[in-house]
Nanobody, 122 residues
């Protein structure tokens, strides 16, 4: 079974930075893309950023210019550098992957990790 494990969350002041990391493990045949979702209390989960195997990136409008996603394809890891953090960035951040394993294939929004809490104080 594939596992996605996030790390790097914490408490920071507005304007500060955090770097989230995620590692995928298991019997993975291929990872087409990896990304980050977040969910704040009372709100729907939203896609924050994603990156394909070829390096094509996507960012939510709310984080453009502040967040940077990067991926190490060989290590099946993805990072999210978050700068100029705002209180509205407070959420649980989830790693996700578009991948195929011995069990099956999943789109980016079909499977995600346990999450890591990011709290930004004002």
């Amino acid at each position: 079974q594939v596992q996605l494990v996030e790390s790097g969350g914490g408490l920071v002041q507005a304007g500060g930075s955090l770097r989230l990391s995620c590692a995928a493990s298991g019997n993975i045949f291929i990872i087409n893309a990896m990304g980050w979702y977040r969910q704040a209390p009372g709100k729907q989960r939203e896609l924050v950023a994603s990156v394909t195997d070829s390096g094509l990136t996507h960012y939510a409008d709310s984080v453009k210019g502040r967040f940077t996603i990067s991926r190490d394809n060989a290590k099946n890891t993805v990072n999210l550098q978050m700068n100029s953090l705002k209180p509205e960035d407070t959420a649980v951040y989830y790693c996700a992957a578009d991948y195929c394993s011995d069990y099956g294939c999943y789109d980016l929004g079909d499977y995600w990790g346990q999450g890591t809490q990011v709290t930004v104080s004002s």
